[in-house]
């Protein structure tokens, strides 16, 4: 997370799953154990002043992609 007002809160979803919210930094995760195939993670943010932003990406594990 890169801003100019201060992060607090921050969403990971794997395949529309939500997997972890975090509320302090460091701002990073590791998700263990992700299953062969094709998947999209996408990562919802807020910070201290209401806004919000998303981005996602799509990957594969053990696949072509």
Known sequence: IDT???P???EV???IELKYTIINAPWEIAIPNV??????I???AWD???FGG???SEFGVNIDY
Do not use: A
């Open 13 to 15: 979803y794997l395949d």
């Open 54 to 56: 998303s981005r996602n």
């Open 4 to 6: 100019v007002n201060n």
């Open 35 to 40: 299953s062969n195939g094709k998947h999209r």
């Open 48 to 50: 201290d002043k209401g």
């Open 42 to 44: 996408e990562v919802k």
């Open 8 to 10: 607090v809160n921050m």
